[in-house]
């Protein structure tokens, strides 16, 4: 089971989706899984189903919903949300995963 579940909801914007979702492959942790929740709008034009699981909702889908999707479909004790357009970089979560673990 995979120890951090990443939710990315997505806004509608492709291009800012793919840029966090192009980070966050490139910077992932190792044991972790990735979640993209949409309304049927996107439609994986990279072929990533064996990277990222793609939650599709019934539209409308408001972000709260989308997330709420994702959040039942995560097997991880520890979710981490971003919003589409945000890059990150190496090692973003060891520091939040450090701290969890320590107060365990």
Same mark, same amino acid.
């Given at each position: 089971?995979?120890? #951090?579940?990443?939710?990315?909801?997505?806004?509608?914007?492709?291009?800012?989706l793919e840029t966090t979702l192009v980070s966050v492959l490139e910077n992932r942790p190792t044991d972790c899984e990735v979640l993209v929740c949409h309304d049927g709008s996107y439609h994986d034009?990279?072929? #990533?189903g064996d990277e990222v699981l793609f939650i599709e909702t019934a539209k409308p889908a408001s972000e709260v919903s989308l997330l709420n999707e994702a959040m039942r479909a995560a097997v991880s004790p520890v979710l981490h949300i971003l919003r589409c357009g945000v890059r990150v970089m190496e090692d973003w979560t060891n520091d939040p995963m450090r701290m969890i673990a320590e107060q365990n």
């Open positions: 089971m995979p120890r #951090l579940s990443i939710i990315i909801p997505f806004s509608g914007d492709e291009v800012a034009p990279y072929a #990533l």
